[in-house]
């Protein structure tokens, strides 16, 4: 996951930062809750940087940080002392700020005096607003140098600016009894053993006059409207009880993440879509977002519904070589900031994904198995004829049946899949590939949407155009093994160059490859046996190139380092072919790397051996929360469960091979074709209770794709 120029590496956040996220917003600060300025933190609004310093100073002094806790997502408790009088002595001075991030930021301080006589203190916040946008943070530049005001309004601080025909501002509220300058500052006396209060907020303008809408906070035993809308999303999703205390966290944990993550499309309010990560990427992207709403389908499945109308509804046009658009395209990132231009080529959209265009289509074939309405399912289906169309048109450019890119604007992306930095498809002796770019697992997304495709035929009663599919979807499957595999190495190459050389690097990315199917039966236990080899698993996951390989690097974004997503996907597949021990493994390792993170999984992590660290290295830029790192723990037990439904097949599927450490598994409040059903798992055995009449329970695998319109033939026939 990476925006335009994602070689360009952005500096760490530091060590020490806390991260709110709610929707399209979120703030990042140090350990004592201060925003320094010069670094990459602030309070972000829709890509825009609305707060570049918040400082408190006590007595002119800064705050000693003690402790911050996350309390959910979006609000944070920050507890920290002053200095001491003359440095001998410990400060009687406590000051606690809780912090909540939604359309602004709003902060309740305390500062609890702990002795027995009155203290004379002057509080202050020292308050700037650059309006970057969130490139020019990330690449540490600065493009625009607005024309800055200020005025006092009340008992409120106003910054606006201008530049060229743009305005920003932001109103800073600072409670009663603020004197209001360059700063807010508050001078009282507070009690022996008593406390002094107030709460300050910041919000921006629109076009720089009108306030957007102050951030409400709620008085005392109220819910904010973060809260309110988190509990709507906690009515709807699965409640979990694990007798492993560690993995139920992990999962709870992921559900508040996923929650934390969810925007709103603009056009479409109704519709929820996943963001892909804080704090790079808070934007609809097209493939983050389809995996995580895919991989949390048994959570929610209306996310991946959102998701694909949403991006159906920007579904590419015309042919642009800026923004890389062609006509049936799904689009790679949406973004939201003033300075577009610096990530999509002047526009809001940029299309730079060779594999967003046959996930939208798979993933609509999984959508509709899990009970939508038939005409919600029939509104997308011209949308994936024209995705369709531009995997034959566009995708597939020189005919040969494989799906390749290689970038259209010269600053574009690079690399174009899911490993997109610019270094990440390289051969075994390290030599970097040239387009166009044919990936493995690409190939096995085009099948899955093939085979989608012909399903979805079948089912509206158009048996030639499935059949026609079913076609596509075999010869791709023959091709792909034909041209691919590399019988000296026992593993399939990592893509196809631009002279249709295999990219013999031994990489994750053919893990992929078991989850669609596309991978011929006797090769899959050599597959299995790479991937879980010493020189790809590292004992906490997967690692994304292997460690004999001339260009491996544990530290790396792409060439080494081991992302959860890319190990539920693979675990998922290994599971698909009947390998269930290394499945577990895979899944044991990631859930427990997870307990080093208090339950959340990072974007990624360094591909270190377990031997060799003792616990997981986090990679120094990594994503967190990120979407797909969220919904990994949810896939991980959806794929040890076994649980797929398919409504039009009047069934839901379950063939649990969860570990006995993980104890027993309870569930509740779970989401089936409009209804609400409770499963209780322990080792293989299931039980379901409040099934709809018109489905039924089956022990065992699903139906995949590939059986599907054969199934419906015999049906037919019978």
């Not at 002796?429 to 989608?452: H, S």
């Not at 079913?470 to 196809?496: C, I, Q, S």
């Amino acid at each position: 996951m990476a925006g335009w120029n994602a070689d360009t590496s952005a500096g760490p956040l530091g060590p020490g930062t806390v991260t709110l996220v709610e929707g399209s917003s979120f703030c990042i600060s140090a350990g004592n809750g201060d925003i320094y300025p010069g670094r990459s933190q602030g309070v972000f609004v829709d890509d825009t940087r609305i707060l570049s310093s918040w400082n408190l100073a006590v007595n002119g002094e800064p705050l000693e940080p003690l402790a911050a806790r996350m309390v959910t997502p979006y609000r944070a408790i920050f507890t920290a002392r002053t200095a001491s009088e003359g440095g001998y002595a410990d400060s009687p001075l406590i000051m606690e700020r809780i912090r909540e991030i939604g359309s602004g930021i709003v902060e309740q301080l305390h500062l609890h005096n702990y002795s027995a006589a009155p203290l004379d203190c002057l509080i202050s916040i020292n308050v700037e607003a650059d309006f970057a946008d969130l490139f020019e943070v990330k690449e540490a530049r600065t493009r625009r140098h607005w024309d800055e005001t200020r005025e006092v309004e009340g008992d409120s601080l106003i910054i606006r600016a201008v530049w060229q025909d743009l305005r920003k501002g932001v109103v800073v509220s600072a409670g009663h009894g603020a004197a209001i300058s360059e700063s807010l500052t508050y001078r009282t006396i507070v009690p022996a053993h008593g406390q002094w209060h107030t709460t300050v907020s910041a919000t921006p303008t629109k076009e720089g006059y009108r306030p957007a809408g102050p951030i409400a906070h709620p008085s005392e035993g109220e819910m904010s409207p973060r809260d309110l809308r988190r509990q709507e999303w906690v009515s709807k999703i699965p409640v979990v009880h694990v007798t492993n205390r560690s993995i139920e966290r992990t999962l709870r944990r992921s559900y508040d993440d996923l929650g934390a993550l969810r925007i709103e499309d603009p056009a479409h309010p109704d519709r929820v879509v996943v963001a892909a990560g804080v704090p790079w990427f808070m934007a609809l992207f097209g493939r983050d977002s389809l995996w995580a709403s895919f991989m949390a389908m048994a959570v929610d499945p209306s996310l991946a519904l959102g998701t694909v109308q949403t991006l159906a509804d920007r579904q590419g046009r015309v042919v642009d070589t800026m923004s890389e658009e062609e006509p049936g395209k799904i689009l790679h990132e949406v973004r939201l900031g003033v300075s577009s231009e610096l990530a999509l080529g002047g526009k809001s959209a940029y299309y730079g994904s060779v594999d967003a265009t046959p996930l939208f289509v798979a993933v609509i074939g999984e959508i509709s198995r899990w009970g939508f309405a038939p005409e919600t399912i029939a509104a997308l289906i011209p949308h994936v004829d024209r995705a369709l169309g531009w995997i034959q048109n566009y995708g597939d450019r020189d005919g040969d049946g494989f799906v390749e890119y290689a970038r259209l604007n010269p600053d574009g992306l690079i690399n174009q899949g899911w490993k997109d930095s610019w270094d990440a498809i390289c051969f075994a002796d390290g030599r970097l590939a040239e387009p166009p770019i044919a990936l493995c697992e690409v190939q096995a997304y085009v099948y899955g949407a093939y085979l989608a495709r012909s399903w979805l035929a079948f089912d509206a009663g158009d048996v030639p155009l499935a059949t026609e599919y079913e076609d596509r979807a075999a010869r791709l499957k023959r091709d792909f093994n034909e041209r691919f595999w590399l019988p000296e190495r026992g593993y399939y190459a990592m893509a196809l160059d631009g002279d249709k050389k295999p990219v013999d690097a031994c990489a994750s990315n053919m893990g992929h490859c078991l989850l669609f199917g596309i991978v011929d039966e006797d090769k899959a236990e050599l597959v299995a046996k790479k991937l879980m080899s010493p020189e790809m698993f590292s004992g906490w996951g997967v690692r994304t190139l292997a460690s004999d390989m001339e260009a491996y690097n544990p530290v790396s974004y792409h060439n080494g380092s081991v992302w959860p997503h890319d190990n539920a996907i693979i675990a998922a597949g290994l599971l698909r072919y009947g390998f269930v021990d290394e499945a577990q493994r895979i899944a044991t390792a990631l859930l427990e790397a997870a307990e080093y993170s208090e339950g959340r999984l990072p974007e990624l992590f360094c591909g270190f051996t377990r031997d060799q660290t003792g616990e997981p290295i986090p990679y120094p830029t990594a994503c967190s929360p990120q979407a797909w790192a969220a919904t990994t723990p949810i896939m991980l037990i959806k794929s040890l469960m076994g649980y797929y439904p398919d409504v039009a097949l009047g069934g839901l599927w379950m063939e649990p091979v969860l570990p006995e450490s993980y104890g027993e598994l309870h569930i509740s409040n779970a989401p089936m074709a409009g209804s609400r059903i409770s499963i209780d798992v322990s080792g293989s055995n299931a039980t379901i209770q409040g099934l709809p009449v018109e489905l039924v329970f089956h022990r065992g695998m699903r139906p995949w794709s590939a059986d599907l319109v054969r199934m419906g033939r015999l049906r037919k026939k019978n």
